[in-house]
């Protein structure tokens, strides 16, 4: 039976992680910094850090693979750039061990602070010599939900830029591709993956009113900002590797149902 650590495996994608490893048999280990994290029956919880360096040897003793899906936004340099080195150098070189980890499609095509922080990251990981698979995939349903959310003011209408557009992927099935690399040999950077579909962020919006059932006036605008313009471009799709079955409609009739 292989071992896996998770990091970040109390997060939303990295509990779909540990589900599905669960189901192969695979024993698992979740480090996690949380106070009151709690994990399924029969996961080891090591509580631990990845910016102090806290519990990392402990964490990465029995591993075979490590699954990494921590990171923080909001404080990269801690979280993903120190966070990940201390990881890396808890590994012990003498063993053979797979080193996962998710990142962004065309990281390496924007200047975005955060992208630049997950190329960075990778570029450690590869830099490491410990063999290793990186999953590059469009964002997540979920987050393309948390942005239209900014936008509707439940006023009775919904304005929102134009030009945007997404492939936006199943977290449940980016985990199936995590998990389905973990079972393999390394392959090092799988540059691509996206979602089922490619919608226009207009699309979108009119599918997310229809599951709401409301009537709100949609209007769409020429509005200006950097992040707007990143979801203009060619960067945040990848029309050539589509994966999975959960569409956006899918995903919002049983999300919004919750």
Not at 35 to 64: C, F, M, Y
Not at 231 to 242: D, K, L
Request: glycine share 6%; proline share 3%; net charge neutral.
């Amino acid at each position: 039976m292989k071992n896996v650590l998770v990091t970040g495996g109390t997060g939303l994608l990295g509990k779909e992680v540990v589900d599905q490893l669960l189901s192969i048999k695979y024993g698992v280990t979740v480090l996690s910094s949380k106070k009151n994290a709690t994990v399924p029956a029969g996961v080891q919880l090591i509580k631990g850090d990845l910016a102090s360096n806290r519990g990392l040897e402990e964490a990465t003793r029995d591993a075979d693979i490590i699954v990494h899906c921590a990171s923080n936004p909001k404080d990269t340099q801690s979280v993903d750039i120190k966070g990940t080195q201390n990881l890396l150098n808890a590994i012990d070189r003498d063993k053979t061990l797979h080193f996962v980890y998710i990142s962004i499609i065309n990281v390496d095509k924007s200047n975005y602070a955060y992208y630049q922080t997950k190329i960075r990251v990778e570029q450690m990981i590869a830099a490491s010599g410990i063999p290793f698979s990186v999953l590059r995939t469009t964002q997540f349903h979920n987050y393309v939900l948390s942005i239209l959310k900014t936008f509707d003011k439940k006023n009775g209408t919904l304005a929102i830029p134009d030009g945007m557009h997404f492939q936006s992927i199943e977290v449940k099935e980016a985990a199936t591709l995590l998990v389905d690399l973990a079972q393999r040999e390394p392959v090092g950077l799988v540059r691509g993956v996206g979602g089922p579909e490619l919608l226009k962020f207009e699309e979108m919006a009119k599918t997310y009113l229809h599951v709401l059932s409301r009537k709100d006036e949609l209007k769409v605008r020429p509005l200006q900002s950097e992040e707007y313009d990143r979801y203009r471009s060619e960067n945040n799709i990848w029309p050539t590797n589509s994966y999975g079955r959960v569409t956006w409609e899918a995903f919002l009739r049983h999300d919004l149902a919750s």
